[in-house]
């Protein structure tokens, strides 16, 4: 496949992506297959039929191959926010930019599937998913006093919008009737409605 | 004052208590003079008068002398939730549970503010106070399991109930208003309920 990838397109970019693509792909491979703990670097190089040089030129370590996406993530959520129309109440503005981002989460579900997979099988992993996500609700919350939204509201609205993407995303991994992420997330922020209104 | 206590009670389980009290002032006030990162056991053990077998004896690190109160909070906070009243909804089982768990941070706000700011210059210790906060919600989502209360909705009371206890706390921390812990949260959860319901 990457053989094709490199005739219809020679450019570096081109090249670069499939390189990066390759090795992802090798190391979720590896990481499923044996666990993340006893795959090295060197493996997951040959896997791809790459050297373990160019696998440091895309990532810092094994572990960056499956978090190296959230600052991308960061950057698409918080310009959601930012550029949400005025109107928008802050939990508004942070729903659709979940959404939106779940929209592209869809288009590879197996990719997200295989991901936590590995993340779930992995003490170390699952705590850095964790600290990921809580970033993603501070740089959300950040986004949101940018839009003037003061305390506390920035930072629940960001963390209850998190609350929900999370759920909804182990929901959705796991779902076998074949809701799409965007619905599981709205879903999910309904029941929140419904739950913290209480009796 | 340790020579008091032990005069009045020369029971090993006061002393002990004593013990473990000394040990953690000692290496609060050790924290806060020199930051975390550059106090050893060593000093802490002589601060405290006591030596550093006795300090392993209570804390497996100096870490630990910062997080041993978690596994007694998840202990108080989960049988809260379990035994509230069966008509309670979810979310206010786990409110309440917060509330009365509140009330005891209340006794000792100097405590609270002390270890907050050792926290908080501290990236791994922030990082360990998430995953700690984390653990505490999954908890309190298996102690409402054991209420009957289903998914999403366990998960969603208790990621809601962590998320405002968090805030509350930090704004207790820094309140120059004199509200207490208690009020905080209730304040906090009535803006969650009005952040939640949007536009």
Not at 27 to 41: D, K, N, P, Q, S
Not at 71 to 98: F, K, N, T, W, Y
Not at 114 to 137: D, G, P, T, Y
Not at 156 to 171: K, N, Y
Request: charged share 30%.
């Amino acid at each position: 496949m990457s053989v094709t990838v490199i005739e219809y397109d020679r450019g570096v970019g081109r090249w670069e992506a499939d390189a990066r693509g390759r090795l992802e792909e090798a190391a979720l491979a590896l990481y499923g297959e044996r666990g993340f703990e006893l795959t090295t670097v060197a493996e997951i190089a040959e896997r791809a039929g790459l050297t373990e040089r160019t696998f440091f030129r895309y990532f810092a370590d094994k572990r960056e191959v499956l978090f190296w996406g959230a600052a991308r993530l960061q950057e698409s959520l918080v310009s959601a926010v930012v550029g949400a129309a005025d109107s928008a109440a802050p939990i508004d503005a942070v729903m659709a930019a979940l959404e939106a981002a779940g929209a592209v989460f869809q288009e590879n579900r197996e990719h997200s599937v295989r991901r936590q997979a590995v993340i779930a099988a992995n003490a170390e992993l699952r705590e850095r998913e964790l600290i990921k996500l809580a970033k993603l609700a501070s740089a959300l919350a950040g986004a949101l006093h940018r839009r003037g939204v003061g305390e506390p509201t920035a930072s629940l609205a960001s963390e209850a919008g998190i609350t929900v993407f999370r759920i909804a995303f182990e929901r959705w991994i796991n779902d076998t009737s074949g809701r799409d992420l965007p619905q599981h997330i709205r879903e999910s922020f309904d029941e929140l409605k419904t739950v913290t209104a209480g009796t």
